[in-house]
């Protein structure tokens, strides 16, 4: 089967940095997607990893280690909007290109 | 260039009713999907359709049919509501093997 690992809540106090982890049970693939969801809202794309390392895009960066099927979103100097659900999801290697979710984690920015 | 739209954007049914979920896309994409999302999980893949003219079943079809009319449109028909399909329905595009898919607002349907 197919599945994704991630922690279902993280708390974390603006200006801080949180890291979303995400482990994986599936072959495969072409990368790692994050996207993110506000509440009553829909999912938006955020970052993606093709290859291993980090991919950085402002404050958001994220990692990808295929030999370990782990990869991470980090979030820097955070801010009250960046509450939301995060969801890491990967790209199925064949011809549909379609995405497995995980169940994602919800972050909390307190003040 | 609206991107995604869905429509409509909530629904009550009675359980046996049938209805339909339209999207459509102005992006020229070639792949589109059908998601569910239930309360406090993440998205499953209920149908996609790769390229105009052809779809497929994804992780949890049953009780759904799909029919892509052209390249922009794909709608997503139930034909007896059940109760167990209460969910936000979100449709998605994307270009080929671009890695990033497009998501429309959802359509929020209450089977009762």
């Known amino acids: 089967g197919q599945s994704l690992e991630q922690p279902s809540e993280v708390t974390a106090v603006e200006g801080a940095i949180v890291q979303i982890n995400c482990t994986y049970q599936?072959?495969?693939?072409?990368?790692l997607s994050w996207y993110q969801q506000h509440d009553g809202g829909a999912p938006t794309f955020l970052s993606y990893?093709?290859?291993?390392g980090l991919e950085e895009t402002g404050r958001f960066s994220s990692f990808l280690s295929r030999s370990d099927s782990y990869g991470y979103l980090l979030l820097q100097e955070l801010q009250m909007k960046d509450s939301a659900s995060y969801f890491c999801?990967?790209?199925?290697?064949?011809?549909?290109?379609?995405?497995?979710f995980g169940s994602g984690t919800r972050l909390l920015v307190r003040p | 260039n609206a991107g995604v739209t869905q429509t409509p954007k909530f629904q009550v049914l009675k359980t046996g009713q049938s209805m339909t979920l339209q999207c459509a896309q102005d992006m020229n994409h070639n792949s589109m999907y059908w998601y569910r999302q239930d309360p406090g999980m993440g998205l499953r893949l209920i149908y996609y359709s790769a390229s105009e003219g052809t779809t497929d079943k994804g992780e949890v079809p049953n009780g759904y049919n799909v029919s892509r009319l052209n390249k922009r449109e794909f709608s997503l028909r139930l034909e007896s509501a059940a109760p167990s399909q209460t969910s936000v329905y979100f449709c998605a595009s994307m270009r080929g093997s671009q890695e990033t898919q497009y998501f429309g607002p959802g359509t929020r349907l209450l089977v009762l």
């Open positions: 990893n093709g290859l291993d």
């Open positions: 599936t072959s495969g693939f072409y990368g």
């Open positions: 999801a990967v790209t199925k290697a064949d011809s549909s290109y379609k995405l497995i």
